[in-house]
């Protein structure tokens, strides 16, 4: 990476957001701890912590990139910072539900087959109606000659 006139601009205010998210998050984390003894923890509270922290590995990743850029050779990668930031900061899954939401999801699942059930049927029936109204169509031409001899 070669030394642009913008790069240490960008470097030097990248340096001092990352020691204002590092404060900050150790800020949000003490609130979050403090009123969790005091009452349960608020989700957004927890989602604030997170995003603040994210985007401190963000910006951590970002100048690691850039350090190592300027060391090594080579070009800056967002793909890399990304992965870091990814690999280190997604919560394990949790799938914990509620009683009634997965009764929920139960019962549309079941009305979602039912319907493609009765989708498919409705199908098979209109094709078979058509062969009745076309045997009937045949049907009432064959009478309506013989009508039409037998009246003459």
């Given at each position: 990476?070669?030394?642009?006139?913008?790069?240490?601009?960008?470097?030097?205010?990248?340096?001092?957001?990352?020691?204002?998210?590092?404060?900050?998050?150790?800020?949000?984390?003490?609130?979050?701890?403090?009123?969790?003894?005091?009452a349960p923890a608020n989700p957004t509270d927890k989602q604030v912590v997170l995003a603040v922290s994210l985007l401190a590995k963000?910006?951590?990743?970002?100048?690691?990139?850039?350090?190592?850029?300027?060391?090594?050779?080579?070009?800056?990668?967002?793909?890399?910072?990304?992965?870091?930031?990814?690999?280190?900061?997604?919560?394990?899954?949790?799938?914990?539900?509620?009683?009634?939401?997965?009764?929920?999801?139960?019962?549309?699942?079941?009305?979602?087959?039912?319907?493609?059930?009765?989708?498919?049927?409705?199908?098979?029936?209109?094709?078979?109606?058509?062969?009745?109204?076309?045997?009937?169509?045949?049907?009432?031409?064959?009478?309506?000659?013989?009508?039409?001899?037998?009246?003459?």
């Amino acid at each position: 990476m070669d030394n642009p006139r913008l790069l240490p601009v960008a470097l030097t205010n990248l340096r001092t957001s990352q020691g204002f998210l590092e404060k900050l998050l150790d800020i949000c984390e003490r609130v979050v701890i403090e009123s969790g003894s005091a009452a349960p923890a608020n989700p957004t509270d927890k989602q604030v912590v997170l995003a603040v922290s994210l985007l401190a590995k963000m910006t951590d990743s970002i100048l690691m990139e850039i350090e190592n850029c300027q060391k090594h050779g080579g070009t800056f990668s967002p793909q890399h910072v990304m992965k870091d930031v990814i690999d280190t900061h997604i919560p394990p899954k949790q799938e914990v539900e509620g009683a009634e939401i997965q009764r929920m999801r139960v019962i549309m699942d079941l009305c979602l087959q039912q319907g493609d059930i009765y989708r498919r049927r409705a199908f098979y029936q209109s094709a078979e109606l058509e062969t009745m109204r076309a045997t009937v169509k045949s049907v009432y031409a064959d009478l309506s000659a013989t009508r039409t001899i037998l009246n003459k």
